[in-house]
């Protein structure tokens, strides 16, 4: 073994210019409540939640001693052919949360394995039925779910795409539903694009509605920069499934818990889907956990056969792990206990009408929010697309002390529930501060 120096080149950072990273890193030591902290004692407002995760703050006292209590009296349980009592009380409460018959719930450690999970059973569910035909997949344009090669198969994002082959064959996707043109500045639900659910009818047609599985789709598509579904627009796309005996699939590992001022989107939004992927904000992030939740006759389906046989063969080493299912109890308590998820739809038109005031800000081309979140989308620099985002994040960051997320030049925030109204007009001045700092030096730059 040799002796090496640390000099950050040994970890290859997820989604990260990693040589950039080096030259000038933005590393955290600790965290509480809404902020972060540096190891050089800055505290950084945080106003992505991490990464649309800690929904109710961080280092929130109960989880951490949930936490400490489960490493010391059960470390691991294998999740196959075993199992620990927590993780049944879990699945309990997840199902009473989600809403109408999504009443069984599959574990995994993440939001891509979520949607592989869901990916998975619904083609085996078909096949379950007698249907084996029905494996195509529909995602939709924009789309983030996650990494897995099922979910960037059904993504819609080109960069994480078109480095990795083919991918999944049999997958098509919708149009996504943002026109600046006719939806600039909206807050919640935008007017125009219900229509654009219509085409799932022209794929229908296209392919033979007996050979398509699942539409899966984000309610609001949050890593793309925010774009909340047209009014109407989830509706309709429940409809043609049901019509068509396509399966639906809420991908909601961002907008569970609480994110839109409700459990689950499809609460918000009155549509049920057939299941639900989540992850995130379940474990508010302390320790790794994703699942799918199903409903009734999907599970149904799988229940017969032999009885010591298998009925679906899936799963991870870390499924329903004791620590992401101590997390999620005491994350779950905390929502319920802080009421954090009606909380959030109390704070949406505070939340809304302060980031709008950024629409005179230098550089602002569109805001869009909805519930505890906004995407604020920035003029491109000429010939260097991403640049603007990366360096509005890394001026957040070293300028203003305050994480931001990005995504291309979109700026994603989406702060803890659990954030105030003080805090909400802190983040809506910084975010100011930075555009105009951002300006100011393009300006310098062309003189
Ligand atoms: C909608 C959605 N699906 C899936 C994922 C992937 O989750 P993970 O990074 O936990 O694999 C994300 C992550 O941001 C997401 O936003």
């Known amino acids: 073994m040799t002796e090496r120096t640390n000099d950050l080149a040994a970890f290859w950072l997820p989604f990260t210019p990693n040589r950039q990273f080096r030259s000038n890193p933005r590393l955290l030591s600790g965290a509480a409540g809404m902020y972060y902290q540096t190891p050089e004692g800055r505290r950084i407002l945080d106003a992505t939640a991490g990464l649309w995760c800690v929904n109710a703050g961080h280092c929130r006292p109960s989880i951490v001693a949930a936490l400490q209590r489960q490493a010391a009296q059960l470390d691991y349980a294998p999740p196959f052919q075993f199992a620990h009592p ?14 109408g018959d999504l009443d069984h719930v599959f574990f995994c450690n993440s939001g891509s394995e979520a949607v592989d999970s869901a990916l998975k059973i619904a083609i085996a569910w078909h096949q379950q039925r007698g249907e084996a035909g029905r494996t195509r997949l529909i995602g939709r344009e924009r789309a983030y779910h996650g990494v897995g090669f099922g979910g960037v198969s059904v993504g819609g994002m080109v960069n994480n795409r078109r480095s990795f082959g083919p991918l999944l064959t049999g997958v098509d996707h919708l149009p996504h539903t943002y026109s600046r043109g006719r939806q600039a500045f909206t807050k919640g639900e935008p007017k125009w694009g219900a229509h654009l659910a219509e085409d799932l009818e022209r794929i229908v047609a296209l392919h033979d509605a007996s050979t398509i599985a699942a539409v899966i789709v984000e309610p609001m598509a949050g890593s793309t920069g925010v774009l909340p579904p047209p009014a109407g627009y989830l509706q309709r796309l429940r409809e043609i499934c049901t019509s068509h005996g396509i399966l639906l699939i809420f991908d909601e590992v961002i907008t569970g818990f609480g994110r839109l001022g409700a459990a ?62 101590a997390a999620a109890h005491a994350a779950l308590d905390l929502y319920q206990e802080e009421n954090l998820f009606a909380r959030a739809a109390a704070l949406e038109p505070v939340w809304a009408d302060a980031i709008h005031t950024l629409r005179d800000a230098p550089l602002v081309e569109d805001i869009r929010t909805i519930g505890l979140a906004a995407g604020v989308d920035l003029a491109p620099l000429p010939d260097a697309p991403g640049k603007r985002g990366f360096d509005a994040m890394r001026a957040a960051f070293h300028d203003q002390d305050m994480m931001v997320r990005v995504s291309g030049d979109t700026i994603a925030l989406s702060p803890p529930l659990i954030l105030s109204e003080e805090e909400i007009d802190e983040i809506t001045r ?15 730059g062309e003189r």
């Open 430 to 444: 910084r975010m100011r501060a930075m555009l105009n700092r951002l300006a100011e030096s393009f300006c310098e």
């Open 264 to 325: 689950f989107a499809a609460e918000r939004f009155s549509v049920t889907p057939d299941m639900i992927c989540f992850a995130k904000g379940v474990s508010n992030a302390a320790a790794p956990l994703g699942g799918v939740i199903v409903r009734q006759p999907i599970y149904d389906a799988f229940m017969k056969g032999p009885e010591h046989m298998i009925e679906l063969m899936h799963g991870y080493t870390y499924s329903a792990h004791p620590l992401g299912v």
């Open 86 to 99: 927590p993780a049944f009380a879990l699945a309990t409460r997840l199902a009473a949360l989600a809403p």
